[in-house]
């Protein structure tokens, strides 16, 4: 009897020791990811990163860029000629709000245009991440923050 019982301990020990690590290292983890911080100020205008050999530009309109509403979302590129149109990926740093996916139509021989929702986040959170995908170019990530 007190050998079942000493067994039964040591796996409640064990058992218990797991779920804080593993509740730590999600928490830690979790904490990483939302200490992001907005790089592109889309309420005051365009934003423009270095990409390759050239810059993508991101523009959304109208403003102010508020979330539930239609959006024009424009990327411009130079230097570089993409392998096809880019698409953007809407979600937020830290917490997946599923797919937000904005395809991109050609406008001109550097510009792209689309629509797309940033939803709202139940939390309140008004910090957004749009990863810009040039085609044979590379991926930009612009955070940026929206208006309830």
């Known amino acids: 009897m007190k050998a079942n019982c000493c067994r039964w301990y040591v796996v409640c020990v064990l058992l ?9 290292a999600a928490s830690a983890s979790s904490k990483k990811k939302t200490d992001a911080k907005a790089n592109c100020d889309i309420q005051a205008g365009a ?11 991101l523009e959304i309109l109208p403003r102010p860029v508020k979330a539930m509403a239609d959006l024009t979302f424009q ?3 130079e230097g570089f000629s993409p392998d096809g149109n880019p698409g953007i990926d809407l979600d937020m740093p830290g917490m997946s709000m ?7 139509e050609k ?4 510009a ?7 939803v709202r986040c139940p939390s309140g959170r008004t910090l957004w991440q749009a990863d810009v995908t040039i085609p ?3 991926t930009k990530a612009f955070r940026f923050d929206v208006v309830y």
Do not use: K
């Open 16 to 24: 218990l020791s797991s779920m804080i690590l593993v509740v730590s």
């Open 47 to 57: 934003c423009v990163q270095a990409l390759g050999e050239g810059s993508v530009t």
């Open 75 to 77: 990327v411009t590129v």
């Open 136 to 138: 044979g170019i590379g």
């Open 107 to 110: 406008i001109s021989d550097s």
């Open 98 to 104: 599923g797919p937000n996916h904005v395809t991109m």
């Open 112 to 118: 792209y245009s689309g629509t797309g929702v940033v």
